[in-house]
């Protein structure tokens, strides 16, 4: 298996070629010059990320990661840690929102189990388990740096096989109960964000379960003192394994310039990781949708991108994604199947 030390190096950046190129055939489509808005632009974009003027993004793959997280016990989800193990069974009988969502846009799709806390083994799950859920960061680091390594290699291979797979565009997604408190601790740790304005209720706390989130992860943050030049520690004090194995992918995804669609809250974060390890990865991304979780904006405004739809969505699992996936989709038909003004005969200005 290749190691992600040896094609991190190998992660390039768009290609201003293939996207002037693009600029040029889609100014030619019988429309008035520019009419088609921020479509052209995602159409840009995918030339300059996959090096091609005439992308293609079909077939997206979907990787779903779970795993679970130690800090749950301090009460900072609504819902129990069991629905991590249960929403993972939901998902391998295609009963989750991504899987319908997957279905919709014939997605290939992976369910990878990083580390849930109940060992399960069901058909259709991939086991790529590095621990059975992270410590408690309130009490000790979350992993160690070895693991925290290791969840960045198996995101990557995971990457790799779906792409080798035929993927064209890579739609990473997550579950894992109390992963916006491990997301917002690393978000707050990498940029140094006041937890008062990024941490949410994620899957719906009360007031008094939102306090309490904000001060675990003040006090997580203070009692390990992650390093924020170094994303491997940040990952490992107060991350997540799931999180970690979505860096990875991401990562995976740029080393073969493929373009990831961003979904939510804890995908956008783990982007971050990934762009810290690697800044030239951001030259990759395009983000999917906007959030409802605050933090999530606060992110996207980090990585400088504008997310391409926002419908208050907050379940995560990739499924923001695949919602905007097709919005890629028209880009790249739009390139390729509408008329020029020549082809059609139309007059220009
Ligand atoms: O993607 C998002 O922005 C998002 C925002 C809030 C919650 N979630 C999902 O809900 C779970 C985490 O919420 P919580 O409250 O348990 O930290 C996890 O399984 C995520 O997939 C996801
Ligand atoms: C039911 C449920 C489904 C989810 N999918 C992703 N996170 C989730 C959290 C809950 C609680």
Redesign the pocket.
């Known amino acids: 298996m290749t190691k992600l030390q040896d094609f991190l190096p190998a992660i390039g950046s768009r290609n201003p070629e293939a996207a002037a190129q693009a600029r040029l055939h889609i100014d030619q489509l019988t429309k008035p010059l520019g009419s088609l808005g921020r479509l052209e632009e995602v159409a840009v974009e995918l030339a300059a990320i996959t090096g091609e003027s005439f992308p293609v993004v079909t077939p997206p793959g979907v990787i779903v990661f779970a795993a679970d997280h130690g800090v ?1 016990v301090e009460g ?4 129990p840690q069991e ?2 193990v249960q ?1 993972v069974a939901n998902m391998a009988n295609g009963g989750a929102g991504i899987n319908v969502f997957a279905r919709q846009i014939d997605a290939l799709e992976r369910i990878v189990d990083v580390g849930v806390a109940n060992e399960m083994a069901a058909p259709g799950v991939i086991g790529r388990r590095i621990k059975a859920g992270t410590a408690n960061m309130l009490r000790e680091p979350a992993m160690s740096r070895e693991e925290a390594a290791r969840t960045l290699q198996v995101g990557s291979e995971a990457a790799l096989e779906i792409i080798e797979a035929g993927a064209k565009v890579l739609i990473v ?9 491990a997301s917002s601790a690393i978000l707050a740790a990498l940029t140094g964000a006041d937890p008062d304005e990024i941490v ?6 009360d007031d008094a379960g939102w306090a309490r989130k904000k001060q675990v992860v003040r006090e997580a943050i203070a009692l390990h003192r992650p390093d924020a030049a170094e994303p491997i520690d940040v990952l490992a004090k107060v991350g997540g394994l799931e999180i970690g194995a979505m860096a990875g992918a991401i990562l995976g995804a740029a080393s073969k310039r493929i373009p990831v669609l961003l ?5 956008t974060v783990a982007a971050l990781l990934a762009v810290r390890l690697c800044p030239s990865s951001a030259d990759f991304l395009i983000a999917g949708h906007r ?3 605050p933090g ?1 904006a606060y992110v996207l405004n980090v990585l400088g991108k504008e997310p391409l739809l926002d419908l208050q ?5 990739g499924t ?1 994604a695949a919602l905007a996936y097709p919005v890629l989709e028209a880009a790249c038909r739009m390139v390729h199947e509408m008329a020029t003004f020549a082809s059609a005969g139309v007059s220009g200005k």
């Open positions: 749950a900072v989800s609504a819902y629905v991590t929403m997604g997550e579950v894992g109960i109390a992963n916006t408190t949410g209720r994620g899957t719906g706390l979904d939510g809250f804890i995908a959030s409802q979780e999530h969505l907050r379940l995560g699992e923001g």
